[in-house]
T-cell receptor, first 117, second 111 residues
Framework: EPEVTQTPSHQVTQMGQEVILRCVPI?????FYWYRQILGQKVEFLVS????????KSEIFDDQFSVERPDGSNFTLKIRSTKLEDSAMYFC???????????????FGPGTRLTVL | QKEVEQNSGPLSVPEGAIASLNCTYS??????FFWYRQYSGKSPELIMF????GDKEDGRFTAQLNKASQYVSLLIRDSQPSDSATYLC???????????FGGGTRLMVKP
């Protein structure tokens, strides 16, 4: 069964450093997403991406963050100048847009645990 | 601001019982709702979605949607210890695909 994959599974970085989190969405999916979950808190939407551009972003997704689809398979989240509060699980998701009934089922990858020291 | 609310639990049920998980939402424009299961330290795993008023059954799981009252529920029949997890309710907005998640209900199924 096709699945979303993410690398690395765990990333440790020093405050102020830049990190790139990588995702390979399900191959026939057209929409891609990043979410994060701080330990013990809700899953929060960061950004969605379609047709090589951002389609939606949340207030969390400020200038510190960027996304890119550098080739036909990878989808990346870059976090510049990391802060302690960026420590969280980052989940990539993808969906194959269905036009009827809003059935845009999003499938999540296993996540990258980011630890900022 | 769109809100999705869930009782954090824990909800404790004996093995073999029916577990009932509830969720309320604030955005009347939401058309579909998703239930995800999340084991500790793992990613959300889709259980089922529902977009029509009424019930939708899939194996031991039944989702119920009442748009007039703005609530959606998940029933788990014949609960198993392996069902012990946090159950997340999520809804997309009326425009766009971003999912707003509730805080999740922790379910504990005791053998």
């Amino acid at each position: 069964e096709p699945e979303v994959t993410q690398t690395p599974s765990h990333q440790v970085t020093q405050m102020g450093q830049e990190v790139i989190l990588r995702c390979v969405p399900i191959s026939n999916h057209l929409y891609f997403y990043w979410y994060r979950q701080i330990l013990g808190q809700k899953v929060e939407f960061l950004v969605s991406f379609y047709n090589n551009e951002i389609s939606e972003k949340s207030e969390i997704f400020d200038d510190q963050f960027s996304v890119e689809r550098p080739d036909g398979s990878n989808f990346t989240l870059k976090i510049r100048s990391t802060k302690l509060e960026d420590s969280a699980m980052y989940f990539c998701a993808s969906s194959e847009r269905k036009t009827s009934g809003g059935q845009d089922t999003q499938y999540f990858g296993p996540g990258t645990r980011l630890t900022v020291l | 601001q769109k809100e999705v609310e869930q009782n954090s639990g824990p909800l404790s049920v004996p093995e073999g019982a029916i577990a009932s998980l509830n969720c309320t939402y604030s955005d009347r424009g939401s058309q579909s709702f998703f239930w995800y299961r999340q084991y500790s330290g793992k990613s959300p795993e889709l259980i089922m979605f529902i977009y029509s008023n009424g019930d939708k059954e899939d194996g031991r799981f039944t989702a119920q949607l009442n748009k007039a009252s703005q609530y959606v529920s998940l029933l788990i029949r014949d609960s198993q210890p392996s069902d012990s997890a946090t159950y997340l309710c999520a809804a997309p907005g009326s425009i766009g695909n971003m999912l707003t998640f509730g805080g999740g209900t922790r379910l504990m199924v005791k053998p």
